[in-house]
């Protein structure tokens, strides 16, 4: 404040304006730190005045985002062109190695219908589908994507994001034509996961890199490079067995998963409606400090 | 003195370019642009916008608005809301003072100033995170987002000053 008393010329042009403003400065300025404040302490304060907004908005960025994802077809279109060759040999090798697992498959397929029948076992399976364009992203310290499908859609809190490679987030904010996904790698991003060869079970907690940390794992010391990682179901928030990612660091600042999906920015988001509702009602995952509040 | 309905309501109009600028870049910056780089940083391209009329035209984009953009940010990308208000309104009082310094100034010295506010806004930036999350916070992610936007200053800059001849001068300014 002492910079602006330099220059009396300029009080002298506007002596009220400059003394109001100055007023009127730090009721604003106080006002942003009460929006902090507030939005800390409760989270879902403004948690309507949010899907408003996006809402409203959600129209404007989907027509905005369209040119952004037209160009980028195009220099995919390009690249795929170049890479015909290389790409053509790399597809057939990978085509006779699937060719044998989809054998794999169909065997265990007919085994699992037939160990189910013995077991009159009732799945808990995946209702429904909704799939929405990514239309908005977050900031630096957001890992969040925002989706031009919302509740008129059948979106609903707590539904699982993932794309064809995987597990990214799950729904944390819905208005009616919008709707946020928090990813896996935010800081608020806690999934029960495990490790797939040896069922370790931990916790993926996002903190804002592309590689998040694995926490509360029973026993660290037996987790390698390179194992995949699966969402558990526990505490039925996700369906079991969804791939999230691969082991990608074991140190001493802990262990880090590398996930599927991150890797590139999705154009089109799946969300899940999983059967199990119990534990996801209002409030289980939100922006803010879910982790606290809980 | 001035009385014409009609001069009135073009001179308004006029006048709101700076606030429908800085409203198009606050909506533009949450597209996502599906760059891989990208997908970890986002330049802050709303500070730009506020320098620069800090700098020419302080009175058009008024504190008031500048809360409002923020808040409005903040909802967008998803972020507490409140921190991007705060930081813009930080950078409006540290600008505003200095304001005069700048005009008049080769393109270069105004840059520089917003290297300086830009890495100042950044740090507040990421320490009110880290306060608001209760745990550190790589920040590697705010320093490439805080290069990228000082790399974007100067084409952001030249599109603004083109906005700016559609301004009316105002008499009392410089």
Redesign the interface.
């Known amino acids: 404040?002492a910079?602006?008393a330099?220059?009396p010329e300029?009080r002298t042009?506007?002596p009220l304006r400059t003394a109001a403003?100055r007023i009127?400065?730090l009721l604003?300025?106080g006002?942003?730190?009460?929006?902090?404040?507030i939005?800390?302490t409760d989270p879902a304060a403004?948690e309507r005045?949010?899907s408003q907004?996006?809402d409203v908005?959600a129209p404007?960025?989907d027509t905005?985002?369209r040119p952004?994802?037209a160009a980028?077809h195009l220099v995919d279109r390009i690249d795929a062109f170049a890479n015909m060759y290389q790409d053509n040999a790399r597809l057939r090798q990978e085509v006779e190695r699937l060719q044998q697992w989809q054998a794999v498959a169909r065997n265990l397929e007919i085994e699992n219908a037939q160990m189910r029948d013995l077991l009159a076992f009732q799945r808990q399976d995946v209702e429904r589908f909704v799939t929405g364009r990514?239309?908005?992203?977050?900031?630096?310290?957001?890992r969040?994507?925002?989706l031009n499908v919302g509740s008129q859609d059948g979106v609903r809190k707590g539904q699982v994001a993932v794309t064809g490679a995987g597990l990214i987030g799950r729904v944390?904010?819905v208005g009616r034509r919008s709707s946020?996904v928090?990813l896996i790698t935010d800081?608020n991003s806690r999934i029960p996961v495990v490790i797939e060869s040896s069922r370790a079970r931990a916790i993926l907690a996002g903190?804002?890199?592309?590689v998040p940390r694995l926490i509360y794992g029973a026993a660290n010391s037996d987790v390698k490079l390179g194992q995949r990682v699966v969402t558990s179901g526990d505490a039925a928030a996700f369906p079991p067995g969804l791939p999230v990612g691969v082991v990608s660091s074991v140190d001493d600042n802990g262990i880090r998963v590398m996930p599927y999906a991150?890797s590139?920015?999705p154009?089109l988001v799946r969300l899940m409606e999983y059967g199990l509702d119990g534990i996801l009602g209002d409030g289980a995952v939100s922006?803010?400090?879910m982790s606290?509040s809980d | 003195m001035r009385t014409g309905l009609f001069y009135k309501m073009d001179l308004f109009a006029r006048g709101l370019v700076p606030l429908l600028c800085t409203l198009a870049i606050v909506?533009?910056s949450?597209?996502?642009?599906?760059?891989?780089m990208l997908?970890?940083?986002?330049p802050a391209l709303s500070l730009i916008a506020v320098y620069y009329w800090t700098i020419y035209r302080p009175d058009l984009l008024?504190?008031?608005y500048?809360?409002l953009l923020?808040?409005?940010q903040d909802?967008?990308?998803?972020?507490?809301?409140?921190?991007t208000?705060?930081v813009l309104?930080?950078t409006?009082?540290?600008v505003?003072?200095?304001r005069?310094f700048f005009h008049g100034k080769s393109f270069g010295v105004v840059w520089w100033g917003f290297m300086l506010v830009a890495f100042g806004c950044a740090v507040v930036?990421?320490i009110?995170?880290v306060l608001?999350?209760?745990?550190f916070?790589?920040p590697s992610?705010?320093a490439f987002?805080l290069l990228l936007t000082i790399m974007l200053y100067p084409p952001l800059a030249a599109l603004l000053s083109q906005a700016h001849k559609a301004v009316p001068a105002q008499d009392?300014d410089a």
């Not at chain 1, 903190?207 to 592309?210: I, S």
């Open positions: 404040m910079k602006r330099k220059g300029i042009a506007q403003q009127l400065f604003f300025l006002s942003a730190v009460a929006l902090m404040v939005g800390r403004f005045a949010r907004v996006t908005a404007i960025l905005l985002a952004i994802d980028n990514v239309i908005g992203t977050g900031g630096i310290f957001v969040a994507l925002l944390a904010e946020r928090l800081l903190d804002n890199t592309a991150t590139e920015r154009e922006f803010g400090r606290q | 909506v533009i949450a597209v996502p642009t599906r760059l891989p997908s970890l940083i986002a008024n504190t008031f500048i809360l923020g808040a409005l909802m967008l990308t998803g972020a507490p809301i409140g921190i208000s705060f309104l930080l409006y009082l540290v505003v003072s200095q005069r930036t990421w009110i995170h608001l999350a209760g745990q916070i790589d992610g705010a987002g009392s």
